[in-house]
């Protein structure tokens, strides 16, 4: 292990960082930040922070971003990062989901890699169209489905991999949180106004902003796809234009059956993130809320706490760990593991386990395929 | 209060109580007689115990019923005891499934009241029936519903109907358990014999064995009852003949909506039937293997413990309640609850919460429209 | 396994149960008979319920007992019942401290079997007079420290004996409630008024209340018992004339630490017995009021959940349980194994881990030791 | 708030920062960084990594410090930056115990600000000596007590000295470990080796890596400090140098009473601390390992969380909280609260909760009175 940091970089070059989104008000943007310095593998020096010119001034100003690197359009600061020598390595992008497609296809264009926050793009189109993009360039893309950082999702998706559960059977994945119990939208709330809006969302409301990461992580851990899905997805509060909750049954190709369940409507839940996995010889849980404990219930035996950095981990969960078990790891540090990744990503070619442009195409597949059984009287509806 | 039992019975005379099925081997009966016994409003005095008549008389001595009435055929017992002076008050009913309707039947008809076992019968059409006899007889029949007597949940179901959480959205709650994840059946295992045995069991295997008991429960505490479901039930043992695994989305009348998970190949799961009701004003979370707390979240306050015998506890609940906060009570105390609810229903035609013939046929109707949307390919299917 | 009950009684025969106390008003009078009726092994017939001839015969009735068996004076029930041919084989004292000696003194000698409340007496010097006594009577005297009841504390204290911990260095106990923490003497609080007051209770408040329970279980446990004792006990609430808070540091004599700390004065504490114990090789957790769980801490390995009915329970702890893991038992079943036991003793003179008169004399000698220690400004005080 | 960070700086400068001790093989040293990184309001600019010179040198390189400043010897350092225009604003001194004062007192003299680790001294004469060095510097001391940082330990302590407990009566605090439980020193750990040697460590073990976290947090949070304690320091493992449990009493001025237990042998305890405060009206609980959450117990009323970043927090829970409740914050963003207050005091002469060079007295002043009682056999010692 090398004196810093989660993991053994090659080289402890500090990529050079831009962003798009993330100006003052922004909720992401500063974890973003965050989990990119945790290892101190990134250098932030450049971005389009805010459509807005004095906006996007002042944020740079209080980020240490030079003058000339504060921009106010995404497509200027493509165009002179990729111009400088010392233009950035890689542009995390955090606006709101209509905005991830245009600026993800400048950068690329520009021979810049990208982070992006999810859902990857507003429908499947524009995530098929951008995975030829991705591809055409050769660049890196990684979409921040950070959950899949947690060292315990991590191992949890390792001992499946391996055979510990057997095969699958059973899927139960939720994720709710009350923050949209009543109607916050309409106000000077930001954060709900924008992911309420189909405009500026799609064409889901909770199924996209929290329902992907369900099903993505589900999916990361599991190995498995779902074929089909049957969703009811309902906006309980009078007037909101997109889904507050969220319910789907989903059938895997296995043979393995699956529920999630989302909610913004939950009072009591915060950020219930929660998965389960049952498979002929065992099962497996993991919450998001409890993040550095891992419950191993072999058949027929006494249930185990597999503990973040303690016995039993494997290298892959070892290699997510900074700090000794006991010693609560949390959010910040699952976010910044794939940061970490990113960076061997670009400077090693490494591969990793950061979901990618195809991740970001399963997930608007799911948000459509619910859209659309649901509409139908959630019916079942093929994923594809 | 009265110096004994945790109600405030007007006659401390003890219930004649006999029993059908329960003899050695039964896992039930046993329970059902500790349930009889807890606050001592009942003696057992007669049993149809087996249909082996050897059984039926060692079980007798060994449970201290006089001989004469340790019969073999449950409609000799009706007929007998219907005409002693000291005949039972009331039957305990606790064979399979398909040993429910006949025995009841006899001794209704014989003018005794009769407690009886869920699945309340093979059928809807035999649930309609006894309905009718129930009717008939002008006796009391009573249905198991054993998780409807712990003190936390019939408060939850007073809060619930007093409004604490406003208008019901969103009803949550589940039922695994794992200890039909390999094949139990076909061999010594009574339980398991049955319990997959459709001809037995009825249609329904998890679904009729639990699911009905978290159905009920959901329905008990919400006050709320599903017009239609969209049910996938799988058999995940090689040669089951019933589901081991249950997944069921519901829609109510008032436009909430809800899901239920059941299963019996879950490991790690022991009996984890958990209910979640979120409402326009406050969450409630409840969990049967942590019985003597209540989780209660108004939208935007602090979470806070209701806990059995604590502050807060409204007259359902102290009724219910033996010892103090802190002395744990379980799962045959939440039994006995009903069991003295009952006594409290023959000797004084009180109105309790105790589930009734009508549940039965909720439970029939739920298993069958469980079971229909299933074959059609998990279609959304009326309750009715 | 018989039909019936926790263990496997070589004969179902009921044995006759007198009770001293318990009369209307009594918290641990009914406790004593739910346990005592729960694996259906005794029958209550005869009690001196209470030294108000009123109250003696309204609770009599109450429960069943027939006219002549309703004593007001429990000499003249000992003397009766011991002349009756069914005459009752043991009676509980359920009175407060101070009317434990004489009452044991007149059944013992008597002939009759006594079940016991704790502590056992007001002081060391009638704990070793009734030493003497019960062994000069040839009969049987169980204590009722009930939490040793409970399976998976007996689960615990085998696993400790057979090695699992290696030899033990720490022992952690506590016991914090919090219904004492504002004055509750002094009015129609029964139970205070007699715990707080020193003519009733003895030198202990809270220590001899519940710290004695603390102490027992940890001797109970882990096999050892304390040589000499650190006491700070504390009475919180003015006027108050009982220590209602202690803090005891302990040693044994193989080299173990300990720590004992009860209080009823912790305000969110309902019952919260706790005791950790940790050796060369392992930890050990358990806790009353989650009593059907145990977490085995290997050390280098991942923690593991026993739980009561589960995977690697002993025959210790099987014996103990009725109902399968995940339906959980609590404080009533526990006591019950307590009762069930004594059964055994008396029916087949059978070895069991009830506490006994030796216990009972320990609990007196810790209480005397904790008192005295404090009184010196907690000094080290030898326990003997 | 501002864009970015935890609180309110005035400024967005970063600090310059230098570092002694902390190079290859390290713990304590990268969580420093991580933690003055975490908010960016540090740069790590020059450093004493290690008293070799080749891994100073390499571990300089790693962490992008500048060759001339990659220092191998402390006063060097301190001589050198205290003379460059762009020198260091602030140390941090992450060394063995036994290597704190020396630095610190250089740096402070060199008039540079110092953040230096716990225990502050190898005994009390050094404290006291720099305590007067601090106010003759008229420099910033700050000592890394990291569990102060955590926003529900800041929460708690504000709600005591607003009164939420009334008067305190009874003070539990506890900080198990288990990684020493077998001999781990005499080898390649670099962690185990120095902890256990009283030449690098001083007169305590447990007692001085863990206990003072114990002491220093109880006190913190309580207002209160202990005027004289009770202690039993043990060493278990064979040839232990140093204490590896210590069980104290602790006796404060106002009557309340104490329990503290810090312990290294104790197997499936990662790192437990633990406090529980109960006072005349209240109590809380909160727990190190799940820190994102405070039990909050009013006399007679429902137990309630209060979760960070929810409903209830005060003002100074709130300005160190970055992402919302339910993302689970650790103890990397509760040791950045330290830094980033240490940043305020720096820049704005702020008022912080930062411990300083006092509580480092109080720290000596505790372990030195805990090894004096337990060497008179545990006898009562006054702390000063």
Same mark, same amino acid.
Request: proline fraction near 5%.
């Given at each position: 292990?090398?004196?810093?940091? $989660?993991?053994?970089?090659?080289?402890?070059?500090?990529?050079?960082?831009?962003?798009?989104?993330?100006?003052?008000?922004?909720?992401?943007?500063?974890?973003?930040?965050?989990?990119?310095?945790?290892?101190?593998?990134?250098?932030?020096?450049?971005?389009?922070?805010?459509?807005?010119?004095?906006?996007?001034?002042?944020?740079?100003?209080?980020?240490?971003?030079?003058?000339?690197?504060?921009?106010?359009?995404?497509?200027?600061?493509?165009?002179?990062?990729?111009?400088?020598?010392?233009?950035?390595?890689?542009?995390?992008?955090?606006?709101?989901?209509?905005?991830?497609?245009?600026?993800?296809?400048?950068?690329?264009?520009?021979?810049?890699?990208?982070?992006?926050?999810?859902? @990857?793009?507003?429908?499947?189109?524009?995530?098929?169209?951008?995975?030829?993009?991705?591809?055409?360039?050769?660049?890196?893309?990684?979409?921040?489905?950070?959950?899949?950082?947690?060292?315990?999702?991590?191992?949890?998706?390792?001992?499946?991999?391996?055979?510990?559960?057997?095969?699958?059977?059973?899927?139960?994945?939720?994720?709710?949180?009350?923050?949209?119990?009543?109607?916050?939208?309409?106000?000077?709330?930001?954060?709900?106004?924008?992911?309420?809006?189909?405009?500026?969302?799609?064409?889901?409301?909770?199924?996209?902003?929290?329902?992907?990461?369900?099903?993505?992580?589900?999916?990361?851990?599991?190995?498995?796809?779902?074929?089909?899905?049957?969703?009811?997805?309902?906006?309980?509060?009078?007037?909101?234009?997109?889904?507050?909750?969220?319910?789907? @049954?989903?059938?895997?190709?296995?043979?393995?059956?699956?529920?999630?369940?989302?909610?913004?409507?939950?009072?009591? $839940?915060?950020?219930?993130?929660?998965?389960?996995?049952?498979?002929?010889?065992?099962?497996?849980?993991?919450?998001?809320?409890?993040?550095?404990?891992?419950?191993?219930?072999?058949?027929?035996?006494?249930?185990?706490?597999?503990?973040?950095?303690?016995?039993? $981990?494997?290298?892959?969960?070892?290699?997510?760990?900074?700090?000794?078990?006991?010693?609560?790891?949390?959010?910040?540090?699952?976010?910044?593991?794939?940061?970490?990744?990113?960076?061997? @990503?670009?400077?090693?070619?490494?591969?990793?386990?950061?979901? $990618?442009?195809?991740?970001?195409?399963?997930?608007?597949?799911?948000?459509?395929?619910?859209?659309?059984?649901?509409?139908?009287?959630?019916?079942?509806?093929?994923?594809?």
């Amino acid at each position: 292990m090398t004196i810093e940091g $989660n993991s053994s970089p090659i080289s402890n070059r500090r990529l050079r960082l831009g962003m798009v989104g993330g100006g003052q008000g922004s909720f992401i943007g500063a974890v973003h930040r965050i989990a990119a310095r945790l290892d101190d593998r990134f250098e932030l020096v450049a971005g389009a922070l805010s459509s807005d010119a004095a906006r996007a001034k002042s944020s740079a100003v209080e980020l240490h971003i030079a003058e000339d690197r504060a921009y106010t359009d995404f497509r200027e600061m493509a165009k002179m990062e990729a111009a400088r020598e010392d233009g950035i390595d890689v542009v995390s992008i955090v606006t709101p989901n209509n905005m991830h497609f245009e600026p993800a296809k400048a950068f690329l264009e520009a021979g810049i890699n990208v982070i992006c926050d999810k859902p @990857m793009t507003l429908n499947s189109d524009e995530a098929r169209e951008l995975i030829s993009i991705v591809e055409q360039s050769g660049k890196k893309f990684a979409l921040t489905h950070n959950y899949t950082g947690y060292p315990m999702a991590r191992q949890a998706r390792q001992m499946i991999a391996e055979g510990a559960l057997g095969k699958i059977r059973v899927v139960q994945v939720e994720y709710p949180q009350d923050w949209l119990t009543t109607k916050q939208e309409g106000g000077d709330n930001k954060q709900a106004n924008w992911r309420t809006d189909p405009k500026q969302s799609g064409a889901g409301g909770c199924i996209g902003d929290i329902g992907t990461h369900a099903y993505n992580l589900a999916n990361f851990v599991t190995g498995l796809k779902p074929t089909e899905i049957c969703a009811e997805l309902t906006a309980f509060v009078e007037g909101r234009l997109l889904d507050d909750n969220a319910q789907i @049954m989903m059938r895997y190709e296995n043979g393995a059956r699956g529920m999630l369940w989302s909610s913004q409507v939950a009072p009591g $839940n915060e950020n219930g993130l929660r998965l389960r996995v049952y498979g002929e010889k065992a099962g497996l849980e993991w919450s998001q809320e409890d993040p550095n404990y891992l419950l191993f219930s072999p058949f027929g035996e006494q249930p185990r706490h597999i503990t973040r950095g303690g016995a039993g $981990n494997l290298p892959i969960a070892e290699a997510g760990t900074r700090i000794p078990p006991g010693h609560p790891e949390g959010y910040l540090e699952g976010f910044a593991n794939i940061y970490s990744d990113i960076a061997d @990503m670009i400077i090693s070619d490494a591969d990793t386990l950061v979901p $990618n442009v195809h991740d970001g195409l399963d997930g608007l597949k799911f948000i459509e395929a619910a859209v659309s059984s649901s509409q139908q009287g959630a019916l079942w509806t093929p994923i594809d």
